[in-house]
């Protein structure tokens, strides 16, 4: 008992450490800035810093001017890395010439020998000045230009437009595009630019939207490993890789598979062609509720139960009149037979499930009793001051619950015959079921337990049974977080890793719960947010959630002389002028 | 707004070299949107010696959008539908240039011709008989061309007729007539010899 106390308490420490730690995650972060989970929160507001700094890698690696470096990015879809695998692999020609990135050594500056040009799209002789040369070194009219980039921003095509002329692979040039579209449509440049912004977002493995309803306007950015669940900022948790609800350690196949499951009627449906027959006259279904096989519908009209065929009313227990179906339809029985067991498989899974998810609801309630219960324990001023191990214990029990509620859709796949029917041979299968049920099952008995012990109305109780309570509480909370540890291991080793057919994947277990993703700070941000909104290029409509300081105070230790010095400058929205090339920003 | 201009332009254009590249544009009605390309058959070719006609309307966004094209008259190819008439071709679809012009459209669809491209059929079932029996393809094509793409020739009937006068049995002359192509002297060596 007393080994058990000690490394009770030594836990105890060791998770309010933890747990401090989790509320300064950012300073964390901030002071080791490249090591660490680190998931981001991108929000509109930091979008273009996001953007920036991935631009800024390659433009410093590539010596490039910003759009250039953003056609490349866009081209690879923003994996920085892969680009530089190209680089090293094919070199820095085929590179560009791939993405559609045309360096200029700059050509005498708009061959002012000519003072007129014929414009080869519309044939007609113009003055140089009404012409446009891009970097690929092909001319047409501005009017032409014009017409072309319209027409590519309504199709979507604004991350790649490429010049007019017949095979040229070359990406025109963002700024040239801006400015001949705002003349005559400044709503389309703003889209343009909206596009350009959101390509961050939309063509990035590694950045989603937050799936929220209504959207809240952020997109969450994960550093490594896609199978992750996280929380966004406005609170919303989710699969990173499916977007549905965090399911693990359900797959994201068997979760999308089990939610349309309950969300639409096939197993009512099941259960009617198990339990009832079709009313010959009105078709109604009909459930035998006892009796002999001579059924009557509401309707009046009598029938057989064996055949569904309609009949006379007379009959004997036996017979029935004038009519003899006889006949064994085993093929009809064997079918209701099957769907008949396939329900009650589906129906003990999903009782299972739905009860931890409604005693998860149940103990949600029990937060603010347990709150109650603290204070008015608090004042009866005794030797136990600190009752964070309640709430710990909550948030274990909380962690767990949604464990164990996710753990019953994954077994009724992973064990059923829909997706892995020919992975395993039945042996096997009763093997690993038990295994897993085993793990299941014990978790399954702390989590009740601890759900007991928290639920205790520890504000009437003396100090001695506070204690023994707090020590149970404790305990339990360590068993069932190695045991929820243990069933993410046995899925994910035992079970998922020798399937054949399919890549399943889950979440690793994070025992301190879902991660919530923190807000982005950069340098760019600190540097230009209050810049950066008045002359906001497309993020419409942006409420100045950028206020509130981003986390902690050391955001302002990493960012300061670079604030300081640009708000010297006051270059007056420049710095978020996208048609500037980022040296000349730099300069600046 | 279709750049009538430059449609204009292009017309004149097309006219002045028809000579050298047997293309002819011309517009169906008072309407410029819509118009009739004709191209010959590639020489060399199972097409060789047909002219086939190209329907072509313009959308509202030409030149910067690429014109609609569908062949008027019936072809045997695998990038060209059997039933509808319409072209798998890139440069009418995500390709398209606003540099390109009707006419050089219209050189790429003969070029199309030329070099098939069975590996991205617009009809499959041409497409599998290209890879599996190619000398059937041939057959029907050069069929195709004689019967559908050929004005001034003895229609395919008329044929028929002919050489069943002579007294071969009819079913017999059809499927030797296309065997060959359509080619009425070669279909008569053949049933001579057969």
């Known amino acids: 008992m007393d080994d058990c106390l000690s490394s009770d308490e030594d836990y105890y420490y060791s998770d309010r450490d933890s747990l401090d730690g989790l509320e300064n995650e950012e300073a964390d972060f901030q002071c080791a800035p490249p090591k660490g989970p680190s998931t981001k929160v991108i929000t509109k507001e930091s979008l273009l810093s996001a953007q920036k700094e991935d631009l800024r890698k390659v433009m410093d690696m590539l010596s490039l001017r910003e759009h250039h470096a953003r056609t490349l990015l866009i081209y690879y879809r923003w994996d920085a890395e892969r680009l530089l695998a190209v680089l090293v692999e094919k070199g820095k020609a085929c590179l560009f010439a791939e993405a559609g990135v045309k360096v200029v050594e700059h050509q005498d500056l708009d061959s002012p020998s000519f003072p007129t040009i014929t414009c080869d799209i519309c044939m007609e002789d113009l003055p140089s000045e009404e012409t446009t040369r891009v970097d690929c070194g092909h001319c047409f009219c501005n009017n032409c230009w014009t017409e072309h980039f319209i027409v590519k921003i309504n199709e979507g095509q604004s991350r790649r437009i490429r010049c007019m002329a017949h095979k040229c692979n070359a990406i025109c040039d963002e700024a040239v595009i801006r400015n001949l579209v705002n003349k005559r449509h400044p709503d389309m440049a703003e889209k343009f630019d909206r596009f350009l912004l959101e390509s961050y977002i939309e063509d990035n493995k590694r950045v989603k939207w937050c799936p929220s309803t209504p959207h809240c306007g952020n997109a969450i950015r994960i550093e490594d490993d896609e199978f992750c669940e996280v929380e966004c900022s406005c609170g919303l948790q989710f699969c990173f890789s499916c977007l549905s609800e965090a399911h693990s350690p359900c797959s994201c196949v068997m979760w999308e598979l089990w939610a349309k499951k309950c969300r639409d009627e096939s197993e009512t449906v099941n259960w009617i062609t198990a339990h009832t027959k079709a009313c010959p006259k009105c078709h109604k279904p009909v459930e035998k509720n006892g009796g002999c096989n001579l059924v009557s519908c509401i309707c009046g009209q009598a029938f057989c139960w064996l055949c569904g065929g309609a009949t006379g009313r007379d009959h004997t227990w036996s017979s029935i009149t004038g009519h003899s179906c006889g006949r064994f339809k085993a093929e009809r029985e064997k079918k209701s037979e099957r769907a008949k067991r396939d329900h009650y498989r589906y129906m003990h899974y999903y009782n299972r499930y739905r009860a931890h998810i409604d005693s998860f609801k149940q103990e949600s309630k029990l937060k603010e009793t347990i709150q109650e219960r603290v204070s008015v324990t608090e004042e009866r001023d005794s030797r136990l001051r600190d009752f964070s191990w309640v709430n710990n214990g909550l948030s274990r029990l909380f962690r767990s619950r949604r464990v164990l509620s996710f753990s019953y859709p994954f077994a009724f796949y992973m064990f059923g015959d829909e997706l892995f029917k020919d992975e395993m041979t039945q042996e096997e299968r009763e093997i690993k079921q038990h295994l897993f049920e085993d793990q299941q099952q014990q978790l399954e008995a702390n989590v009740e337990k601890l759900s007991k012990f928290l639920e205790e109305p520890f504000d009437q109780y003396g100090e001695d049974k506070v204690m023994e309570i707090r020590m149970q509480v404790i305990n339990l909370s360590v068993i069932t977080d190695t045991l929820c540890q243990k069933l993410y291991d046995c899925i994910e080793n035992d079970l998922l890793a020798s399937l054949q057919f399919g890549s399943h994947n889950i979440a690793p277990y994070k025992s301190k719960g879902i991660e919530r993703a923190s807000e982005l700070t950069t340098c760019w941000k600190a540097n230009n947010s209050d810049k950066y909104l008045p002359s906001d290029c497309g993020a419409s409509g942006g409420t100045a959630e950028f206020d509130q300081p981003s986390g902690s105070g050391s955001s302002d230790e990493s960012g300061c002389p670079l604030r300081k010095r640009a708000r010297k400058d006051g270059l007056g929205g420049g710095l978020f002028d996208l048609n500037l090339p980022a040296e000349v920003v730099d300069r600046n | ?194």
């Open chain 2, 1 to 194: 707004m279709i750049d009538f201009a430059r449609v204009q332009k292009e017309l004149q254009e097309c006219s002045r070299d028809i000579e050298a590249s047997g293309i002819r544009v011309s517009p169906k009605s008072d309407n410029l949107g819509c118009l009739i390309g004709t191209i010959p058959g590639p020489i060399g070719t199972p097409y060789e010696g047909g002219t086939f006609q190209i329907d072509i309307s313009l959308p509202d966004g030409y030149p910067f959008e690429p014109p609609k094209m569908q062949f008027a008259t019936k072809v045997w190819h695998p990038n060209i539908s059997s039933q509808s008439g319409a072209i798998c071709l890139d440069i009418l679809k995500d390709q398209w240039s606003p540099a390109l012009t009707l006419k050089t459209a219209l050189l790429s669809v003969q070029a199309l011709l030329s070099a098939p491209e069975p590996d991205d059929p617009q009809d499959a079932v041409v497409a599998q008989q290209y890879l599996r029996d190619y000398q059937t393809f041939i057959g029907t094509a050069r069929y195709w061309t004689e019967t559908f793409a050929k004005a001034s020739s003895l229609g395919v009937e008329e044929k028929v007729q002919k050489l069943a006068e002579m007294g071969f049995p009819e079913a017999l002359v059809r499927s030797t007539l296309e065997a060959v192509g359509g080619d009425e002297n070669l279909a008569l060596e053949k049933l001579c010899s057969g």
